[in-house]
């Protein structure tokens, strides 16, 4: 699958992925969560002005398609992590482990449109997020991280999509982190 990768856009053969301008656009995209509603439709640009989260939204390629509104959206954010030691270990090189955060970029929020939800949306976004930040970085960057909602249908989600959980502290917490190996995604392309 050829994937054109730019700096504030990231396309393939059906999708492409683009950082958002016009906020005006989000009000066209409900996911279905009142909370993430609320941040793509009226917080998302403040965070924008503020340096604290970029935005994107994914549309189908095909014509026409761009006027009936976002499939998805994600705000991303520069993050880092602190891994246990048998982690560190387990990812990271002998002469690297002395690092004690690593560079990750944050899935701030993520929503797909409440009527696209189940067919493989999110997953294909993700997947061009791997892409994004493994080619042609301006920074290192080695995992994606997200708080992801502690339901089970959420952490299903990234789970599929091999995240794997931090720790167990937040086990019992509304949110629970997940980080996924950039390094895993550059190996196997
Ligand atoms: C969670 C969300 C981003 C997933 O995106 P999506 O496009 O619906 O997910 P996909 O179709 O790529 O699903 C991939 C896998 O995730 C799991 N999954 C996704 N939604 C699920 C659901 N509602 N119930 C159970 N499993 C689910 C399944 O294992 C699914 O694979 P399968 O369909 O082969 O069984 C989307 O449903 C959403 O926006 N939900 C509302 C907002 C939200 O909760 N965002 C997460 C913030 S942390």
Partial sequence: MPILCRR???NDELFVLDKVKKFSITTK???GNQDLNEFFHKDAVHYKEDLLAET?????????ARSLGPLAFVALANDTIKLSKSLKRKLISHKKRYIEEYPAVKIARLGVHKESQRNGLGTHLINLLKAL?????RT???????DAYNRKEVLRFYKKNEFDFLHDEDKEEPTRIMFYDLKRFSLTT
Avoid: E
């Fill in 133 to 137: 930040f493994t080619t042609d970085n």
């Fill in 8 to 10: 504030n856009h990231i």
């Fill in 29 to 31: 995209c409900d996911c």
């Fill in 56 to 64: 994107y939204a994914l549309y189908l390629k095909s014509k026409g």
């Fill in 140 to 146: 290192g960057c080695r995992f994606l991280t997200i």
